[in-house]
């Protein structure tokens, strides 16, 4: 039986996906077309509003995705009314789709698109900053990072000279932690040898201070080995692993953005109006159903309403995760290079269809829990809060929504997918210790984070919100360890 960890606090609040509106109403064909349901838009209760905009987001999803810019823009019209970044759950997240959609359809016009966007500055001190604000207000990253630490620490023991490859080196904390953790071994820490890889070179300067101070104070020997690169263009040879070290290797949220390379090769050889009639068809299956609701349908067959007809499969999947592919070449050669660990963490979710349906309607299940886990623990007018929902969920969104090609960076992918992927490149299992987990369900409790657990599933730890799996985190090794 697999097991659990949950914080046993008491929550005033009740998870549920926006998608849940829909048990609330019948769906007709005559009546989901148009706004007659809703006789007195102003004079709507929240279940009621929550209902009207995921009803009128699927429609304008589905204009955006077959070209029917009027509609489209109609549809917008609407859900503005309601849509808002400062209001409950649902109005929150309408906003942030519904300007994700909107960007979608100015891409149209690039000209356009790019003199709207030319003032626009990036900071990356901002975007540092809002995944900080991240770490420090949820607990999925503190739980990945502590239970990739405890992994680590397992599979280091008794080594004397250890190297660790963070693939995206910007949160110190972690290794910090694992510095302390380290000094306490009853052998006396290790050689401890850090390669950070940032495309940002400021960003691994303040890491290595950070970190050496603190190895310092420890009196543990240490050395920090900064790689200024995107992930997508590391070579494993700068790397500079020695003879004699055992290696551990840390992904947190990373390797998803290195799909983009294989799917804009797909692209490339699918015909243009594949996708367009996959969108069609599968919103007349949802409007059609004379039966039930769509809640209900869902409960009894989720997959279907954004997996693809038999005739579009071969245009609308992914690429096969055992498909000779960039991601799998890169996962091959970090096997190369035998480490003892690799602890790989990811968001729980299939965001990297090739249907702009699909990605709406699990974007949304999923990022209805993120708003959730917010709502729950945040006021609605906190800056900080309104910071993670903006510059964080919100940007990613947008990218989930109205990029495609190498541009959408944000495809999310599934446990099992990733790993076949491991499994293909040579990797094997490790299953992750009960004793990370205790340690885990000791965080939320300290923490008092209440609506969140962590379940076992086959030697994986899955992180949710309620009973709704947000991120995994798994634990592998070259073959040669077998």
């Known amino acids: ?31 989901i077309g148009s706004s007659s349901a809703y006789p007195c838009l102003k004079e709507l209760k929240s279940e009621e509003r929550g209902l009207y905009l995921i009803h009128h987001l699927l429609l304008c999803a589905n204009h955006v995705a077959t070209g029917s810019i009027e509609n489209a823009n109609h549809a917008l019209e609407r859900i503005s009314l309601h849509a808002s970044p400062h209001g409950d759950t649902m109005q929150r997240i309408a906003a942030y789709f519904t300007e994700a959609l909107a960007d979608r359809i100015l891409k149209s016009w690039p000209g356009l698109h790019k003199a709207l966007n030319s003032t626009k500055i990036t900071s990356i001190s901002e975007h540092i900053l809002v995944h900080r604000l991240f770490f420090e207000l949820c607990p999925f990253l503190k739980l990945s990072y502590l239970i990739t630490n405890q992994a680590i620490l397992e599979a280091m023991e008794g080594e004397k000279m250890v190297h660790v490859i ?14 302390q953790s380290l000094s306490t071994r009853s052998e ?69 953005s290195l799909l983009a390379v294989d799917d804009e090769k797909q692209r490339r050889n699918s015909p243009p109006s594949a996708s367009k009639s996959f969108n069609s068809i599968h919103l007349q299956r949802i409007l059609k159903m004379k039966q039930g609701t769509l809640g209900e349908w869902m409960e009894k067959d989720p997959v279907n309403i954004c ?56 974007a949304l299940n999923f990022y209805a829990a993120m708003f959730d886990c917010l709502e729950s623990t945040m006021p609605r007018a906190t800056v900080e809060r309104q910071r ?30 990733w790993s076949l992927r491991l499994e293909v490149a040579g990797f094997g299992r490790v299953s992750l210790s009960y004793s990370g987990m205790l340690q885990a369900g000791r965080v939320l409790q300290s923490y008092g984070y209440d609506g969140y657990n962590i379940k076992e599933e086959n030697g994986c730890f899955l992180l949710c919100w309620q009973e709704r799996s947000l991120f995994s985190i798994s634990s592998w090794r070259s073959r040669r360890y077998d």
């Open 1 to 31: 039986m697999p097991g659990m960890v949950q914080n046993k606090g008491s929550s005033s609040v009740t998870w549920s996906s926006p998608l849940q509106y829909f048990s609330l109403m019948s769906l007709s064909p005559g009546s």
């Open 307 to 362: 997996s693809p007809s038999p005739d579009s499969a071969s245009t609308s999947s992914p690429v096969s995760p055992n498909a000779p592919t960039e991601v799998n070449s890169f996962l091959t050669a970090l096997r190369g290079l035998s480490p003892k660990l690799i602890v790989i963490a990811e968001q729980e979710s299939n965001q990297n269809g090739s249907s702009l349906m699909e990605r709406v309607v699990e």
């Open 388 to 417: 993670i929902e903006k510059m964080l969920f919100g940007e990613e969104i947008k990218n989930i929504i109205a990029c495609e090609g190498l541009e959408r960076k944000v495809r999310h992918e599934k446990h099992e997918k």
């Open 188 to 256: 006396g820490p290790p050689h401890l040898r850090i390669t950070g890889i940032h495309e940002q070179k400021e960003v691994l300067e303040q890491m290595a201070l950070r970190l050496t101070e603190e190895a310092e104070k420890l009196d543990i020997p240490f050395q920090f080995n900064p790689v200024v690169c995107k992930l997508e263009n590391l070579h494993v040879g700068s790397l500079r692993v020695k003879t004699g070290e055992a290696l551990a290797i840390s992904s947190v949220l990373q390797l998803h």
């Open 166 to 179: 963070d693939l995206c080196a910007f949160e110190p904390a972690q290794w910090i932690n694992l510095l």
